[in-house]
């Protein structure tokens, strides 16, 4: 005859502290503003010919389902404007955190993608 052990050893072991690894709160809006004022450092040193290219992604956006389209029309009209990369920074720090978050996100994908097919 076997004896059978009551717990269940494939059950997790829940404890009531904080995982370490996890961020925190603040931790993570800290990062996001981070994230945000490096993108909008990055839109700013930007040519005025990527600031054309972005109004275009921007116009394809609104016409095309599934491409952000309000994002590169906000950034590339910053950056083609005079004392646009300074509105474009106020304007960030008013609005809320999640769409701007959201909206530089996109932008810094595709910046990305621009500078690995088309290096400096």
Do not use: C
């Amino acid at each position: 005859m076997t004896a059978t052990n009551s717990v269940d050893d494939t059950a997790p072991d829940v404890t009531d502290a904080a995982d370490p690894a996890t961020p925190r709160g603040s931790d993570v809006a800290a990062r996001e503003t981070a994230e945000d004022d490096q993108a909008i450092l990055r839109i700013t040193n930007l040519p005025r010919d990527v600031g054309w290219m972005m109004i275009s992604v921007g116009v394809l956006g609104v016409i095309l389902p599934g491409l952000p389209g309000a994002p590169f029309l906000i950034a590339g009209t910053a950056l083609l404007t005079p004392g646009g990369p300074q509105l474009l920074t106020r304007w960030a720090k008013r609005r809320p955190k999640g769409v701007v978050h959201t909206g530089l996100k996109h932008i810094s994908r595709w910046l990305d993608d621009l500078e690995r097919r088309y290096p400096r």
